[in-house]
């Protein structure tokens, strides 16, 4: 009696990959390889299987026999094994996604029970082989695990923030590194206008030697009238006292020379004050020299100022360096925690994913939808494969082919004479006489 079973073999869904990258199961719709045919085909008829069906208490494949009434539990195993693998007949149906599995023994009933047992055997280790059981308390633990070094990464960075007194270490760095350029920008600029003031400084002093500190503002020119008059009133008396002696005397009378002397000495004076007339002259602060004096006094204070205000932007400088030399060590040590951080947390959303992943693919699994189903299930035989008609007409064929083979065999193996002719051509001598065989 022969009992069949088909497998029939479809991708419902992919495992989900143990990847460092989250992936979901999805339902496709690929078709199935040959390669994977011919697998599940072996896998069919694996030793292991097969034990595991022979040592189904429902079909007493183990018993005892008397060709080997000694032989041991592993021994009445493997012969048991041998003799269902020499029955069993797996074969993959071309152009199917099916496997054909039948069973041939004398017990229609045996039959059906033992590819019952085998397919049960199957989709177990299928299931145990597609989906290795314990992932669920892997990635559980690895999800606990993951949780509490996120916690840690979580606080690690808390503590760094408040023990160095910094929010956002890189965004302070580039504020600060911002602050630097313009101070030193601004430095550049007081060092360019220092140096105008000092030039304007220079030009300026050379400038005053050149200018009058005073300059004359009104001039004012006058005769002297009282000396005048003074010195006309003389003239006329000195001129009638000549008169008065020219009247008596002689030109070169020594009193009229004298008078003529002081007459002259009067009139050159009168005469120089005439052609030099009193002047009168007002003075000033001079506007060019009292200007550049200003301007000098204020480019020295500027100048003044300008080396204070550098000093200041030197020391400001310096310490926008440090504290932006300080601020990126802590960004570069914020970034390494915040990177801490963040593969802790995609370590910790993986291996939830992948919980997930396992519980629905337990679920599925637990729910039948596996890449393999039992397409027909195995029934009971209700004829055998041969009719008693067919098989004793088989019966009847062997037994005339085994009768003419054995006497042909019997008459190619037997060494006697039969005829003087065997004996002649075998000797290759004459044959004197021959005995008749008797018949009875």
Not at 186 to 207: F, H, N, P, Y
Not at 272 to 296: F, G, I, K, M
Request: aromatic share 4%; glycine share 4%; proline share 4%.
């Amino acid at each position: 009696y022969k009992a069949e079973m088909k497998v029939l073999l479809r991708r419902g869904r992919q495992d989900p990959m143990i990847a460092p990258t989250p992936s979901q199961a999805e339902l496709v719709r690929e078709g199935v390889t040959e390669e994977e045919m011919n697998s599940e085909a072996e896998l069919l008829q694996d030793d292991e299987i097969l034990s595991m069906v022979v040592r189904d208490p429902r079909l007493q494949l183990r018993k005892r026999s008397w060709l080997h009434p000694w032989a041991t539990e592993d021994e009445r195993t493997a012969r048991a094994v041998r003799k269902l693998e020499r029955r069993l007949k797996v074969e993959t149906l071309k152009k199917t996604d099916l496997i054909e599995v039948s069973y041939k023994s004398s017990d229609p009933a045996e039959s059906c029970e033992i590819l019952r047992a085998l397919a049960g055997a199957y989709l177990g280790r299928h299931t145990q082989l597609h989906r290795p059981g314990g992932q669920s308390t892997f990635f559980e633990q690895q999800v606990e695990e993951s949780r509490q070094a996120l916690r840690n990464a979580e606080d690690r960075l808390i503590a760094f923030t408040r023990g160095q007194n910094v929010i956002e270490a890189t965004a302070q760095r580039d504020a600060v590194l911002h602050n630097l350029s313009d101070a030193e920008a601004d430095a550049g600029q007081s060092e360019v206008s220092m140096a105008a003031t000092s030039e304007r400084i220079r030009t300026l002093e050379s400038k005053l030697g050149g200018l009058p500190e005073r300059t004359v503002t009104t001039v004012r020119q006058a005769d002297n009238a009282e000396l005048m008059g003074k010195m006309k009133s003389r003239l006329l008396d000195l001129e009638l006292s000549r008169a008065e002696l020219a009247a008596k005397y002689e030109p070169t009378y020594r009193s009229v020379r004298d008078l003529d002397q002081e007459i002259g000495d009067t009139k050159t004076i009168i005469t120089h004050e005439l052609d030099s007339p009193l002047r009168d002259q007002t003075t000033d602060q001079d506007v060019n020299h009292e200007w550049a004096q200003a301007e000098l006094l204020k480019a020295q204070v500027d100048l003044d100022t300008l080396k204070a205000h550098v000093g200041a932007e030197d020391a400001l400088r310096k310490h926008y360096q440090a504290t932006a030399r300080a601020f990126g060590e802590q960004a570069i040590e914020q970034d390494r925690r915040v990177d801490d951080l963040k593969e802790a947390e995609q370590r910790y959303l993986l291996y939830v994913n992948k919980r997930e992943e396992a519980r629905i693919g337990d679920e599925l699994d637990q729910g039948g939808i596996l890449d393999v189903t039992i397409a027909e299930q195995p029934t009971l035989p209700a004829l055998p494969q041969l009719s008693a008609l067919a098989f004793a007409a088989i019966a009847l064929f062997a037994g005339s082919v085994v009768g003419v083979g054995a006497a042909f065999i019997n008459d190619r193996v037997n060494p006697s004479f039969r005829t003087p002719d065997e004996v002649h051509a075998y000797l290759g001598s004459p044959v004197l006489a021959s005995l008749p065989r008797r018949n009875g």
